[in-house]
Nanobody, 124 residues
Framework: QVQLVESGGGLVQAGGSLRLSCAAS????????MGWYRQAPGKQRELVAS???????NYADSVKGRFTISRDNAKNMVDLQMNSLKPEDTAVYSC??????????????????WGQGTQVTVSS
């Protein structure tokens, strides 16, 4: 059983900052790519930022220079530092992890897991 649990969402004024954290737990063998996605009301879910196991990062153009993704491989965690927030950043943010996990004691399976999502609201 694998779980991804997010924390850190909330309400902030435009120009403010928030830090989101996501912790993966369970029978994990390894974690490959990790990322943060967001979905605003009436819009499709979009990739915000991703990071490989080796630390290579990728950002949506709309957040470049404002958001920073980081991960702690030892703790199976990924964070998203969000600065200079804008009202258009308002959305439900979810973390995703492509991971390999144990089924039983010797069988491995690989798939993507999602967290439950955390609301970020930026007021103007």
């Amino acid at each position: 059983q694998v779980q991804l649990v997010e924390s850190g969402g909330g309400l902030v004024q435009a120009g403010g900052s928030l830090r989101l954290s996501c912790a993966a737990s369970g029978s994990i063998f390894s974690i490959n790519d990790m990322g943060w996605y967001r979905q605003a009301p009436g819009k499709q879910r979009e990739l915000v930022a991703s990071i490989t196991k080796g630390g290579n990062t990728n950002y949506a153009d709309s957040v470049k220079g404002r958001f920073t993704i980081s991960r702690d491989n030892a703790k199976n965690m990924v964070d998203l530092q969000m600065n200079s927030l804008k009202p258009e950043d308002t959305a439900v943010y979810s973390c995703n992890a492509e991971l390999t996990y144990y089924i039983g004691t010797a069988t491995l399976q690989r798939r993507g897991y999602w967290g439950q999502g955390t609301q970020v609201t930026v007021s103007s």
